[in-house]
């Protein structure tokens, strides 16, 4: 019996050791943060879930060319760069400097000055995407320590305990201005080299992100850095890599920075709307707007399908920035509106993610009339992705969706960040 005993354990010893080497810890979590007033999402500086309402935050934004943050570079004689406000300007001839440059708003201010420092600093432009201004600053480098997992297990990050180094703008304060209090920064999630997905520590990992947004503020979502694989704790033995559907993604040109699906259809209640203008639209996949917008000619068009698959006779007064609401007591049976992908999958948007309640016993249809000149047909807001898993291949442009995962018995905020190995 003790020779069995033993054995057991030696056995046990070998099988763990074999997984543990199998399962490395190779994709970087982040917990994604909702913001109870602008419904939309930031990431805290911590990488880690927040502790306090002093907490600071940057948003997340899938079309941002860098990351920045509110900082000032202070020149110092000795060698620095853990201390805050402590930075090395990064100079203008270096790779990651070109890459910043490479994708310049016409709006914002020229970039063709000189300075008495020469190419000392890399001047470049952060952009502020809520209020649509930007200003003058300059690259540097930051260090941050994110957790990794296995797809089990959270285990610190590389370089402890100092973390891994990055690069980023410095911005001036007047450009927080239109952003919630505590949001002090962009967090750059985007094609570019410089977004903050591409720059992990890991190389096989950097072209690959996931993003499942929580539709509580009270509650964290979360971001993967990397391919998984990904359980949630209400799923440990259930990859969430096996439920989702794949289409083409899309760049529309070698400098933008945005991420875009083809559609070619939509379908409410299994009957496409009458739209062929629809065929191969572009749909832009945004974090900056909180709901959907869709081009007026596609509004309608929805709007008027969704109201007769519906059967819903009790609309009220619109609330802004909704234009179809109802007595949320009146609100029975809501159809589902399919997306019709590129690759013939469909993206079905259900209950959770079409009606907003928006108070005083009025819910609405969480889509927006773009108008006729929407430079996209349809841009896919935040309410619409909550609870959604979606999985960013760069390296293979693809796009994964999973659909509502509420209708799975999980949610976006059912990741355990307490599971530190």
């Known amino acids: 019996m003790h020779r069995f005993t033993l054995l057991y354990f030696v056995f046990v010893s070998f099988y763990r050791a074999a997984v543990s080497q199998d399962a490395r810890f190779n994709t970087s979590v982040i917990p994604v943060i909702k913001d109870a007033n602008t419904s939309l999402h930031k ?19 899938l079309d941002a060319p860098f990351t920045w943050k509110d900082c000032i570079i202070r020149r110092s004689q000795v060698p620095c760069g853990l201390e805050e406000g402590c930075r090395f300007p990064i100079k203008c001839d270096t790779t990651q400097c070109k890459e910043a440059r490479n994708y310049i708003n016409p709006a914002c201010p020229s970039l063709n000055i000189t300075t008495k420092n020469g190419c000392n600093k890399c001047t470049v432009t952060p952009s502020n995407p809520i209020s649509k ?9 930051d260090l941050v320590n994110i957790p990794v997992t296995n797809g089990r297990n959270l285990s610190p990050g590389p370089n402890q305990p100092f973390g891994t180094q990055f690069v980023l703008s410095c911005a001036p304060s007047s450009l927080l201005r239109s952003f919630p209090s505590n949001v002090r920064g962009v967090a750059s999630f985007s094609w570019s080299a410089s977004s903050f997905p591409r720059q992990t520590y890991n190389p096989d990992q950097a072209d690959k992100f996931a993003l499942c947004l929580s539709s509580s503020a009270s509650s964290p979502g979360v971001s993967f850095l990397g391919d998984g694989p990904f359980f949630f704790s209400s799923h440990l033995y259930f990859d969430l890599r096996r439920i989702l559907s794949y289409t083409p993604m899309i760049r529309k040109t070698s400098t933008s920075l945005g991420y875009f699906i083809k559609i070619n259809g939509i379908s409410i209640n299994k009957m496409p709307i009458p739209l062929h203008s629809l065929y191969g639209s572009y749909v832009k996949l945004s974090t900056i707007e909180p709901y959907t917008i869709l081009r007026s000619d596609i509004y309608k068009s929805v709007v008027t399908s969704f109201s007769e698959a519906s059967k819903n006779n009790s609309r009220v007064n619109a609330v802004k920035p909704f234009s179809y609401c109802a007595k949320a007591s009146a609100i029975g049976y809501v159809p589902n509106i399919d997306l019709v992908t590129e690759s ?18 009025v819910s609405c249809l969480a889509f927006i009339d773009g108008g006729l000149r929407a430079k996209d047909a349809i841009v896919i807001g935040t309410f619409q992705m909550e609870n959604n898993f979606l999985f960013f291949d760069l390296k293979n442009q693809s796009f994964g969706f999973s659909n509502s995962l509420l ?6 905020n059912d990741y355990d960040f307490d599971q530190m190995d």
């Open 43 to 61: 990431v805290s500086w911590s990488f880690r879930v927040p502790q306090s309402d002093q907490e600071v935050y940057y948003l997340l934004d």
């Open 133 to 141: 201004t930007c200003k003058l600053s300059q690259l540097t480098t």
């Open 407 to 412: 209708a799975r018995g999980t949610s976006c």
């Open 344 to 361: 013939g999958r469909i993206w079905s948007l259900s209950r959770n993610n079409l009606i907003k309640d928006v108070g005083n016993g």
